[in-house]
Nanobody, 120 residues
Framework: QVQLVESGGGLVQAGGSLRLSCAASGRTSSDYAMGWFRQAPGKEREFVAA????????FYADSVKGRFTISRDNAKNTMYLQMNSLKPEDTAVYYC?????????????WGQGTQVTVSS
């Protein structure tokens, strides 16, 4: 069983930056692709970014392309999301996804989420 724990969320002003982390345990994280999703109040969960098992081939939603960077450190079983130039519409609960399948946009494992709030 895989456990994913997010951290790094918080309150930031528009234009600011945050770095989210997702620590994985229970299975070697390099065995599977990972990703980030987010869910704003009253909206469905949406895809943000994904990264392959090796750390290559990052893929982003159009809404965050050029502002967010996904990365991973398999030696630490940790994935990151560097978020720059944050906008109020980025406000959401951000979820880490493990064993992610890009074709179906589904994941086998999920974290509990971390809140990101961007004030205008």
């Amino acid at each position: 069983q895989v456990q994913l724990v997010e951290s790094g969320g918080g309150l930031v002003q528009a234009g600011g930056s945050l770095r989210l982390s997702c620590a994985a345990s229970g299975r070697t994280s390099s065995d599977y692709a990972m990703g980030w999703f987010r869910q704003a109040p009253g909206k469905e969960r949406e895809f943000v970014a994904a990264i392959s098992r090796s750390g290559g081939s990052p893929f982003y939603a159009d809404s965050v392309k050029g502002r967010f960077t996904i990365s991973r450190d398999n030696a630490k079983n940790t994935m990151y999301l560097q978020m720059n130039s944050l906008k109020p519409e980025d406000t959401a609960v951000y979820y880490c996804a493990g064993d992610f399948r890009l074709v179906t946009m589904t994941a086998r494992y999920w974290g509990q989420g971390t809140q990101v709030t961007v004030s205008s």
